[in-house]
């Protein structure tokens, strides 16, 4: 025991006990833990132990440790160890990451046992049992293109897991897989990756590393039965908890509009809401209309009672126009909900019927109906046709000049190789002279 007046230091502190029954001997066996002080030991974090009892058939540890650090080594109550490098396969399983140990091993021999590595000092020897997820039970209704938060805890056992390290070990996934009711739209639909549970504190997640797990799902996908399916997943395990299955509705919404064909009018955007499962008196619109020129303007409904609402669109040029929409409502059960609808388009046309871009004087984009649009495009074919033979006119030329360069470089080469022929012939002459008149004077 330390002296008064002397800090004291817990390297391992108890987070999980593993209670296995054994019906041979009728009797629980558990893992203890022993606290360690800084007086004892001079190296800090070196003994961590653990006492492992008698009649235990397997146990699962997990260690974590500093960043990038080797991984630890076992030492068993005999003074034996046990290293990542020579295990014995057919008893321990072992897997090293950057941060963590996570070991299994059958019939561990009874005792206290020893953990040496670099471990961090707020950490915890956990003893995992069987981590699972329990997650909030997913509503009654739910609407197709809606965003729901969800809820989940992780337990090792019966134990709440609230040790913010262990996030980096696992991977929580959730799963929607049709039913294959061909009563359903989503009859034969692949499986759909809804979301990954998170406990970083972005998007959903309230707070991070505080233990609850946000899924964000985003149900933007056929409406029909689906199996959600959380997963899990570990390195040397992964554990599932299947739902019961779920039935999607259909968007309550649907979008129509009235178009007009001049200028000073207005197009009537018509909102339909199917009252069969939400509060048509609740909904409320938010929104924006992007038109063909791109340009962006939002807009809100925010009141109105009945299952119709309606938005008039200025009228300002032809051409094609999109609308982007989230709704926010009540459901029938009075469950707040939010939902993004599929973007709606629709052309506007002129009196003189539809429009073609084209540029102005100024090189800027306007638009023509299709009588000027149809002169403007055959001026401008003709325009190119003429361009077009001018081009093809300027290419011959160049070509018969290339070929007059080519056959006049050609001569030139020729004329250099005769010279050089004649020469070497009369050099030859010369020397044949000279050798006879060498000849005859002897």
Not at 176 to 196: C, H, L, M, R, V
Request: hydrophobic share 40%; net charge negative; no cysteine.
């Amino acid at each position: 025991m330390a002296q008064i007046g002397q800090s004291k230091l817990f390297i391992i502190i108890v987070v999980a006990f593993l209670l296995i029954s054994i019906p041979s001997y009728g009797q629980q066996t558990k893992i203890d833990y022993y606290q360690s002080d800084n007086v004892t030991n001079a190296i800090p974090y070196f003994e961590n132990r653990f006492k492992i009892d008698a009649l235990l058939e397997e146990i699962t540890l997990l260690f974590y440790r500093r960043s990038g650090t080797p991984p630890i080594i076992l030492v068993r109550p005999d003074g034996t160890k046990i290293k990542i490098n020579n295990l014995p396969k057919d008893k321990i399983t072992w897997f090293d990451d950057r941060t963590f140990d996570l070991i299994t091993i059958k019939n561990p021999m009874p005792g206290p046992w020893q953990a040496i590595g670099d471990i961090l000092p707020q950490s915890h020897i956990m003893v995992v049992t069987d981590v699972t997820i329990k997650v909030d039970p997913l509503p009654e209704v739910i609407l197709s293109g809606e965003t729901l938060k969800i809820e989940g805890h992780l337990y090792n056992g019966e134990q709440a897991i609230d040790d913010p390290l262990f996030r980096d070990v696992i991977n929580l996934n959730v799963d929607f897989f049709s039913t294959n009711n061909s009563a359903y739209d989503n009859f034969g639909a692949e499986p759909i990756k809804i979301a990954q549970f998170r406990d970083d504190g972005r998007d959903l997640d309230e707070y991070a590393k505080d233990g609850v797990f946000t899924g964000e799902f985003e149900l933007a996908f056929a409406p029909g039965e689906w199996l959600p399916i959380y997963s899990v997943i570990m390195p040397m395990a992964t554990r599932e908890l299947r739902q019961k299955p779920i039935i999607l509705q259909k968007t309550p919404i649907t979008i129509s509009v009235e178009p007009v064909m001049e200028v000073g009018k207005s197009h009537k955007v018509i909102f339909t809401i199917d009252p069969t499962y939400v509060d048509v008196d609740s909904v409320l619109f938010q929104g924006k209309v992007i038109f063909p020129d791109r340009q962006e303007v939002p807009f809100s409904i925010m009141e109105g009672k009945g299952n119709l609402r309606t938005y008039e669109l200025a009228y300002t040029e032809s051409g094609v126009h999109r609308i982007q929409v989230s709704v926010f409502g009540k459901t029938i059960n009075g469950r707040e909900f939010r939902l993004v609808l599929e973007q709606f388009t629709f052309n506007a046309e002129s009196k003189t019927g539809l429009v073609m871009p084209t540029l102005n004087a100024n090189g800027e984009m306007t638009s023509l109906p299709v009588d000027k649009a149809d002169v403007v495009i055959t001026d401008k074919i003709i325009l190119a046709e003429e361009k077009a033979k001018q081009l093809a006119m300027e290419l011959q030329e160049a070509k018969v000049e290339q070929e007059s360069a080519k056959s006049e470089k050609d001569l030139q080469t020729y004329i250099i190789i005769a010279v050089a022929n004649v020469g070497i012939v009369l050099i030859a002459l010369v020397f044949y002279f000279i050798s006879r008149r060498k000849k005859n004077k002897k």
